[in-house]
């Protein structure tokens, strides 16, 4: 068990490398002349051989990697060009909000979403699978800003139930900091819910189709203990690797979510830094995003043992 | 006894060779439903010129924040442009969008993923890319190439390419193994059968399903994305009418003219919605050991 | 005596595309208390139905009992509601499947598949129940039983796996053990295991037992009394002795030739008899059959066979036939 936590950890090492080669290389190798893009149209030639050496791309090239690889291990991101304060310091200071917005969102989804899956898988082809399936699909295909809008429109703006927009810490009192979440959290976690329902019921269906089921019937076992323990244990695994693969929806939707309800989170950090062109601070955040993504997959696939015996054994 | 012998005769005559347009449409509900909607839709951009009853990047001051009218269809922005006109305009780019994506990840990921069900040592190249690839994000990744270079739609369609290769990629590589692995390739690779051989007279026959399947979702998903680009002004540029765009801008005046964000968020859901659909009943009808799973 | 079971006239019908299957066709038979009764036929004959209707165990959306009654001591099953129904599974009737392989749940260990049984039925806490698994892993003669019950059904054997079927399946104490081919998926010599292991028990528990099978040795091996099916219907029924020494119906005396047989002499000779089968082809189930269901294939078949079913004949001896030809 160990070898096998210990082998999936190691496998994430090449997955990093990638990522920050790919991050590093990007700016080298991007067309035209970064640095003159990033300083701008009417940039002076001062100003772009300026912004040539923050970018650090005045030294030859793998001096530049070896650099920035001896920075990045030291959690040193560099420095943002227009406001000169350190990346960490600023992704730091914007992480709480994108965190409480992802798990709140993530809890909601899964909580929600699994337990539909597996009515729907109950009764398939009654009435109540078709209408959670159709919802499923109508879901999926919502873009995560125009539901958030509509839901605006409705709650906030014409029944005037919750706020439009903003975002309040935790400090601030439990319900206000709820309040404001609840919106974003639906809005981000409609498409997810329907991606994670939709598995759970095509899961679901497979596993009540094998023999086990029908033993377990045969015993004649309670309908929750045949259906939660018996079938669900074993349909499990491809939900959790949906919810694993479902991480990327959530983190490209964050930045979305975090725009159209302005919290001040990692998602508006983003927007701000590209319509700036601030290289540096995107860097950063991609490294975080994708640090964050392969964990949550590392996660994933460690319980995949708990799950799954054959896979232990 | 005899009547059984008529039904067994009967079993073994071949089917008729009519083909009614609505037993199809009845056989495949999803595939009409989205099909029909999709060619609606490429109706709308491609006679562009001929639907919109105004001129959509027109400003007309004195018109701003009209709503719906005989006039203005879905009314105006804080422009006085006409919505729908832009809305109509607007389906062009997420069509094109969403169609050379498509086009471009499917070759791209087609020729990647033959190389990796093939060769082993590109295998293992590749695959650590994709995977390092598929670590980040699309939106972010898209962001990122976008930051370091002019707008432009060819910028765009490049930057949403890059992410969803991958997924192409895997899904070739996945078909290619498991014929590879069949009994029936291995006695032709024993009696020298070539290898382009192989693989155009049995490999690639065999991706071409799931390869169709897999890059109306990627369609779909490039059009998401587009509209997600440029609603955070990092899309084409603020001047083309994009749907993604429009939403962007009716942002400031929502509250007093919700019909500039949810009409064309209403259009960019039902495209979204109709291409998912084109690709579950695709998917459905070329791959039923699949539908059966989902 | 009443018999423990009383299936009387029952029809099990599918809904298929293409037409109502009528899978089992008015089949009637008892089965006494600690009796071990064979149903045997060809595969698609109905006799796995007949079993799972028994229990009630056909799934709503694909079949149905038609008709008939199904008495278990004294109690008619068909109308019960389905909260009674799973009271009695597991606890007083109890069945095993053919394929061990994938009968056990993958992920949960032996322990728990057969301690969770006695804790639904006999409502004693979860450790009794693995004290009572223990004890029936021992029954079942399964070697290192403490081990094994934390253990998962892909580390054992397939011969075991049908042992830890067995023991989940009389962890109750079940009255009637129904035993659908449970030895076809296994090697012959785990087979002989199985069957002699399912004897010793019944001998020590009083359990009855259905044995469904296709195979007649196991059949002659195993069971006191046979009943012979065809084609949804049953045709012949008796002592498990006089069935293999006097078998009346055209269809159990095609079975019987159709074993192949050691001749060694024969062989020696050069004159070895050739497999002698039943021509003609088993009548498809979506169509009412019109009096006897063997006429098609029978040698005897006259027009009466074809337009009238023949009634149960008792030829003497517990041995009852349908057949125009040979009881009349």
Redesign the interface.
Known sequence: MTAYIVRRLFATL??????A???FF??RF???D?AA??AGDDATAESIAAVRVKLGLDRPVVEQFGVWLWDLMRGDMGVSIFSNLPVTRLIAQRVEPTLALSLSTLLVAVALAIPIGVVAAWKARKLVDRVVMGFA??G???????LA??L??FFA?QWQLLP?QGYRPIGEGFWPFVECLILPSVALGVTYMALIA??TR??M??VLQQDYIRTANAKGLATDRVLLLHALKNAAVPIVTVIGIGI?LL??GV??TE??FNIPGLGRL??D???K?D?PI??G??LV??AA??LVNLIIDISYAFLDPRIRY | ?A??AT?LADDLAPPSRRFSLLTAIRRNPTIAFGGILLLLLVFMAVFAPLIATHDPLRITPVNRLRPPSERWWFGTDQFGRDVFSRTVYGARVSLIVGLSVAAFSSLLGLALGLACGYFRRVDAVVM??M???????????A????????PGLGIVIVAIVIPEVPRIVRVVRAVVLSIRAQPYIESAIAGGTRNLKLLLRHVLPNTLAPLIVQSTYVC?SAM??E??LS????GVPPEVPSWGNI?AQG?TF??IA?WT??IP??F??VT??AV??LG?GLRDRLDPRLA??? | MTALLEVRDLHTQFNTLDGVVRAVDGVSFDLSRGETLGIVGESGCGKSVTALSILRLIPAETGRIASGSIRFDGRELTGLDEEAMKRLRGHHISMIFQEPMTSLNPVLTVGTQIAENVVRHLGVPWKAGRERAYEMLGLVRIADARRRLDEYPHQLSGGMRQRVMIAMALSCDPQVLIADEPTTALDVTIQAQILDLMLELKEKTGTAIVLITHDLGVVAETTERVVVMYAGRKVEEAPVEALFERPLHPYTVGLMRAIPRLDVEADIAGKRPRLQEIPGLV??LT?PIIGCAFA?RCPLATGRCRTEAPPFVDAGGGHTVACWEVAP
């Open positions: 090449p997955v990093m490398a990638v990522v080669l790919f991050v990007l700016l991007a067309p035209g970064p893009i990033i699909v109508l999926f295909a919502m873009p995560v800003f125009v809008y509509v605006i429109y703006v439009v939709r598995i095509a899961s269906l497979e990327a983190i490209s930045v979305i725009t159209v983003t927007v830094a590209v319509l062109r290289y995107v860097q955040l991609i995003f994708a993504k392969v | 006894m009547a059984s039904s650590r890319v995977d390092g690839l598929m670590a980040i994000p699309s939106i972010l990744l962001i990122a190439l976008i930051t370091l270079t002019r779909a998401l994305i509209a997600g609603f955070l002004g990092a939403i942002r929502f509250q919700p964000i949810l968020g209403a960019l859901a979204v919605l998912n659909l579950d059966r799973r989902l | 009548p498809i169509r098609a």
